[in-house]
């Protein structure tokens, strides 16, 4: 098992307003609109510096989504920003047609998605909007594992042409990929090479995978981990080459099982290569108030969780 | 153009209506009819539009430098159809595949089959008019001048990012917009009166730091005097919005006066009473 380490703990959603920062240095056409949630979106810096190219909209996120899919119409690349819950359930028909069937260069950039936004409970917990943004047909999904792939994906995601959703968090979390790295839209990353049982994680349970790996090395199993930080459009060559090679695969996310990066794996295997998959994720239920690290406790998001999965898959296999 | 052959045209655009309408047997001929006038003044009078040196117009999705039009009440899209096609933004002739199997003319106007012209789909109401306050932002940033119309239902008043909207407008001193209700006083259920009463709009809009007009949207001289008016105004540091009021179904006595038309195709013997009473000016497609 590769061994990583870390040094700093961040909350991804600072990536993204690190990247939000270079983007206005670098990019003059970038715009920002947020519905009076700056601080929470760590929009400070890039508001600061580029006063005239965010919009406030108060507490009203359809006028928002729509009023970024209006700004492209001129050429700006709009970054529409609030909390995951109120950015894509509560929008959903201004994203489908205004931005969606509109093709239009909207980023649509989301935190406190998930469990692990806390204690302010289920109502802001959203946990199906992986897959209503994956089920838009030309909606390119991504849900990077930490504050330096956030910031890379935002900075990647302006150069991307079309409706992007950008999904990222609020708790702080182990920084452990490389700086300044190179994001590629649709291309996996091979965090650790295995042999025995396939891991696909994305945001959060990139970490947890990483720690489930190095028990699962204790007991003599060797598991390849994959960070499939771009849901849709997936991956798919990474998916088939890992699972042909282990045989049996895990999919770890801080989503509901139905609809999520798990369902987009099953579909692949069950088109391509059948092989015994576990879920590691939310199963049809709400979450509640409580600490992130109590959240994905008790409702199976972590490393323990994922080991056990990864026994269950092998044993499958191995049936 | 003088007010006469703006008439003209207007009357072939209200022919072109009854027409795609009555070929599908599907679609919503009253508020077509209701606005034929005012998208005709737009686009053949006060829009400046971008055109080749032979006059022939070009489309192109930002719209530098020229005038936006967008469409919020997307379900009028067979007088959007007409007037792009008969301002030459695409031949007039394609107006016979409206809402056919394979068509650029879907049933409510999309730019999802490229269709020059459309900048925004529409049909799921009240975005349109946060969708024209985004483009009239990014004309400021882009230091272009020219201004943005959208055009919404007065049923589609019901909505409520319609009111987001026109909070927000104001607030962010958007006054290169002018937005236009269409005042015709009916939705699907009946009047809008007892369907969702919106009673005084205008005081509603002034409320929210709007400069608000009217306009006897039937009447082409009014429409083209009002919209000259709001074009003055604009860079005032207010949004303008303009009460148009309109008889749905305009130009065809048997489709004035209910909501009965607001989406109901004419049959074979309605459409000839119905042509009959409008000109052919311009030439049938």
């Not at chain 1, 949630?37 to 507490?59: M, V, Y």
């Not at chain 2, 309408?21 to 009078?45: E, K, N």
Request: hydrophobic share 40%; aromatic share 8%.
């Amino acid at each position: 098992m590769k061994k990583y380490t870390f040094t700093e703990k961040k909350d991804t959603r600072s990536g993204f307003g690190a990247g939000m920062q270079v983007l206005g240095q670098t990019n003059p056409n970038v715009v920002a609109l947020c519905a009076d949630l700056i601080g929470s979106l760590k929009l400070d810096a890039f508001i600061k510096e580029n006063p005239e190219r965010f919009f406030q909209t108060g507490i009203a996120e359809a006028n928002m989504i729509c009023i970024a899919a209006g700004l492209t119409i001129g050429g700006k690349i709009p970054f529409a920003t609030t909390f995951a819950n109120f950015g894509t359930g509560r929008v959903y028909d201004q994203i489908r047609q205004s931005v969606a069937y509109s093709n239009k260069n909207v980023k649509i950039a989301c935190s406190h998605a998930g469990l692990t936004l806390g204690e302010d409970g289920a109502t802001h917990q959203i946990l199906e909007d992986l897959g209503m943004m994956k089920m838009l047909p030309g909606m390119t999904v991504i849900n990077p594992c930490d504050y330096n792939q956030t910031k890379a994906a935002t900075i990647a995601v302006a150069e991307h042409e079309g409706p992007v959703y950008l999904r990222f968090g609020r708790p702080v979390v182990p920084i452990f990929t490389a700086p300044d790295q190179e994001f590629i839209i649709g291309k996996a990353w091979m965090v650790n090479e295995g042999a025995d049982v396939s891991i696909f994680a994305t945001g959060h349970l990139v970490w947890e995978a990483i720690l489930a790996g190095e028990i699962l090395a204790e007991k003599g199993i060797d598991a390849e981990i994959i960070n499939i930080h771009t849901i849709k459009p997936l991956d798919e060559e990474a998916v088939l080459a890992s699972v042909r090679k282990t045989g049996c695969a895990v999919s770890a996310e801080e989503h509901q099982i139905a609809g999520g990066l798990g369902d987009s794996i099953a579909q692949v295997l069950i088109k391509k290569h059948l092989a015994p998959l576990e879920y590691v994720g939310v199963e049809d239920s709400f979450g509640e108030s409580g600490t992130p690290a109590q959240l994905m406790e008790k409702y199976g998001l972590n490393a323990a969780s994922i080991v056990e999965k990864a026994l269950k898959a092998i044993a499958r296999k191995q049936a | 153009m003088v007010i006469t052959e703006l008439q003209k045209v207007a009357s072939q655009v209200r022919r072109d209506i009854v027409r795609q309408v009555h070929a599908c047997q599907s679609g919503h001929p009253g508020g077509s009819l209701g606005c034929a006038d005012l998208l005709v003044g737009l686009y053949f009078d006060q829009m400046t539009l971008k055109a080749d040196d032979a006059g022939n117009k070009v489309f192109d999705m930002d719209g530098i430098g020229e005038d936006l039009f967008f469409l919020s009440n997307g379900h009028i899209s067979p007088v959007f159809y007409s007037v792009l096609a008969r301002a030459g933004y695409f031949p007039a002739a394609e107006l016979a595949t409206f809402r056919k199997l394979n068509s650029r003319l879907q049933g409510h106007p999309t730019t999802h089959e490229h269709l020059e012209g459309i900048r925004i789909a529409s049909g799921s109401l009240g975005q349109g008019m946060s969708v024209a306050i985004g483009a009239a932002q990014a004309k400021k940033l882009n230091k272009d001048n020219s201004l943005v119309f959208v055009l919404m239902g007065d049923g589609e008043q019901n909505e409520g990012q319609v009111w987001e909207a026109a909070m927000y407008a104001p607030h962010h001193k958007v006054d290169n917009l002018v937005a236009v209700i269409d005042y015709n006083g009916q939705q699907i259920d009946g009047p809008t009166d007892k369907v969702m009463n919106n009673r005084d709009l205008g005081a509603k809009y002034a409320a929210f730091g709007w400069n608000v007009m009217k306009m006897n949207g039937n009447d082409m001289a009014d429409v083209v005097k009002v919209l000259a008016e709001a074009r003055a105004f604009s860079g005032n540091g207010q949004p303008t919005m303009i009460l148009m009021t309109t008889e749905m179904g305009a130009g065809v006595d048997f489709m004035m006066g209910s909501h009965k038309w607001h989406g109901v195709a004419p049959n074979d013997e309605q459409l000839a009473a119905a042509l009959a009473q409008l000109p052919e000016t311009l030439g049938d497609y």
